[in-house]
Structures are given as C-alpha cells and as structure tokens.
C-alpha cells in the first residue's frame, strides 16, 4: 500500500540552528499537507501545496514540493524553542496518508 | 472558525466494556470525517472515513465489528471501541474536511482510551 516516509525521526537543535525534514511518498500526490503536533496535542494544519515544484513560506518555514509530486521538505530557518514538536507530511490521493513523522527539539 | 471537538478527552474502563467516542465538528458542517489512531510516538493510522448517511470506508486490518462508526449527522461522528482490550489502548482522533477534495483537515483534541 502507499507509504509515506520522513527522515529524520528525531533531530535535536540548538536554538537559532536551521531544521530540515524531508518527505517521500511511495506513490504520485495530488496534494501534501504539513502538520504540527505538540506533545501532548492534536495535529494542526501549517500548510499545503498542490502543484509541481510548488515552494511556500510561512515566516521562518519554507516548504517545498517536489517536481514529481512525490516529495516535500520543511525548512525552519533560525529555530525557536517554540517550534518543538512533531512534523507531519501528509500526502493526499483519495484519502490522507500521514508520514512518520520528525520529532524536533531545540535547546535553548 | 473551524473547530473540532471530542468528548470524552480521556477514559478508562475494564476490559470487555464499550466505549463511545463523539466527534463534532462546532463552527461548520463537515463533509467528511475521519478516524485516526496513534500509538505513542508513532504516526497517525487512517482508521476510517466517514460520510454523512452512509456507511464508513475502513482502512484494511481495521476490524468494522469493532470499530463502529456512526456518521448521523454532518456535524456529529461517533466511534464505539466494543469489547474493548487492553491493546486498543490508544489515543484516537478525528477530523473533519468541509469539502470532499482532500483539502485540509481539522483535527479534534483527541481521546485517550486506556483498557485496564
């Protein structure tokens, strides 16, 4: 069945470091959707992109989706102990099918 | 806008009990919910997809018998864990789209179920 993967797991930062995680989906998208889940918390909806070569910013977040609709990254320019947490790519076909997700922690 | 709740946020209960589980989309009329599951620091599993009046769509290994979906209205979802066990043990989510597209998604606060 479709897969979607995310490297890495769990990536520890000093604050004001640059994060990155990467996304790929075992098969073509039609959209991905990035989430943010706190511990302890419900997933919430950053963003999502829908064409090919699609790149977004939100602030100190870049996000981009690949030319074949496969893959995405997240990048957090400057990072801050309010980032913690953990990121979700979702890649969407008929339903949403979650990546595994990268945990970020910033040490202040 | 676009607010999501569930109720209970937690229960315990004993083995071989039912649980029922109401997700209610408060702001805006949701049409389509969904049922997650995530174990600790694991992704969230795609249970089932639920559309108003008809029957939920369960993802394969999830046992419908189970895991009963109710969808009766277009702002209220209901997931009932029957008989449940020890291993059902899990924080459960939904969430609810307001177009059929796979735009984004709302996400409830979530319930943490846990079988003793």
């Known amino acids: 069945g479709q897969q979607v993967m995310q490297i890495p797991q769990y990536q520890h930062v000093q604050e004001g470091e640059d994060f990155t995680t990467y996304c790929n989906s075992s098969?073509?998208?039609?959209?991905i959707q990035w989430y943010k889940q706190r511990p302890g918390g419900h997933p919430v909806f950053l963003i999502q992109?829908?064409?090919?070569?699609e790149v977004k910013k939100q602030k100190r977040l870049t996000f981009q989706f690949g030319e074949a609709k496969k893959n995405s990254s997240l990048h957090i320019t400057a990072t801050q102990t309010t980032d913690v947490g953990t990121y979700f790519c979702a890649g969407a076909t008929n339903k949403l099918i979650f990546g595994t997700g990268t945990l970020l922690a910033v040490q202040p | 806008g676009a607010v999501v709740s569930q109720h209970p946020s937690r229960v315990i209960c004993k083995s071989g009990t039912s649980v029922k589980i109401e997700c209610r989309s408060l702001?805006?009329?949701?049409?389509?919910m969904f049922w997650y599951r995530q174990f600790p620091k694991q992704s969230l599993m795609l249970m089932a997809t639920s559309n108003e009046g008809s029957k939920a769509t369960y993802e394969q290994g999830v046992e419908k018998d189970k895991f009963l979906i109710n969808h009766a209205s277009l702002t209220l979802s209901t997931l009932t864990v029957t008989s449940a066990h020890p291993e059902d043990s899990s924080f459960y989510i939904c969430s609810a789209t307001r177009t059929s597209r796979g735009d984004e998604q709302f996400f409830g606060p979530g319930t943490r179920l846990t079988v003793l």
């Open positions: 992109l829908v064409k090919s070569g």
């Open positions: 702001d805006f009329q949701a049409t389509t």
């Open positions: 098969t073509t998208l039609s959209n």
